[in-house]
């Protein structure tokens, strides 16, 4: 069964450091999605992404974010200056319409340790 | 503010029994209702969708939506050791359908 695909599955960095995340959606999937999870706490959204542009954030995609798909099968999201607090799991998903028609599909999560 | 309300548990039950898991949301227009499965460090996992009022059946799982009370529920027939795991709710809340999902609730089936 095609599955989301996330590198690396544990990314330490300093504060204040830039990091990448990496995803590769299932590849016949047209939406695309970052969610986080602080340990503990409850998966939030962070931002959807449709015909190559965010289609909706949440109030935690700041001006530190950003998400980009470089080419036809990955898709990324950038943290600019990393902080303590952006500790999390981060997970990548897909769908192949909005959630309103189909399901998300979850990657297997990156977890963002901040030092 | 868009809410999905979970009791957090621990729920318990015995191996064989049926777990009942519950879960209110606050956005009376929202239309697709998901269970998720997420085992400690793991990712959440699909086990259902719903979209319309009523039952839907999927092997051991059943999902209940009741959309005037606000209400979905699973249900997990003969509950398995391997079934121990935090559940969670969500439905769609954004304008895209985003996701919203609840704080879950952790299940565990004592052999």
């Known amino acids: 069964e095609p599955e989301v695909t996330q590198t690396p599955s544990h990314q330490v960095t300093q504060m204040g450091q830039e990091v990448i995340l990496r995803c590769v959606p299932i590849s016949n999937h047209l939406y695309f999605y970052w969610y986080r999870q602080i340990l503990g706490q409850k998966v939030e959204f962070l931002v959807s992404?449709?015909?190559?542009?965010?289609?909706?954030k949440s109030e935690i995609f700041d001006d530190q974010f950003s998400v980009e798909r470089p080419d036809g099968s990955n898709f990324t999201l950038k943290i600019r200056s990393t902080k303590l607090e952006d500790s999390a799991m981060y997970f990548c998903?897909?769908?192949?319409?909005?959630?309103?028609?189909?399901?998300?599909?979850f990657g297997n999560g990156t977890r963002l340790t901040v030092t | 503010q868009k809410e999905v309300e979970q009791n957090s548990g621990p729920l318990s039950v015995p191996e064989g029994a049926i777990a009942s898991l519950n879960c209110t949301y606050s956005d009376r227009g929202s239309q697709s209702f998901f269970w998720y499965r997420q085992y400690s460090g793991k990712s959440p996992e699909l086990i259902m969708f719903?979209?319309?009022?009523g039952d839907k059946e999927d092997g051991r799982f059943t999902a209940q939506l009741n959309k005037a009370s606000q209400y979905v529920s699973l249900l997990i027939r003969d509950s398995q050791p391997s079934d121990s795991a935090t559940y969670l709710c969500?439905?769609?809340?954004?304008?895209?359908?985003?996701?919203?999902f609840g704080k879950g609730t952790k299940l565990s089936v004592k052999p």
């Open positions: 992404f449709y015909n190559n542009e965010i289609s909706e």
């Open positions: 719903i979209y319309s009022n």
């Open positions: 998903a897909s769908s192949w319409e909005g959630t309103y028609n189909s399901p998300l599909h």
């Open positions: 969500a439905f769609s809340g954004g304008s895209q359908g985003n996701l919203i």
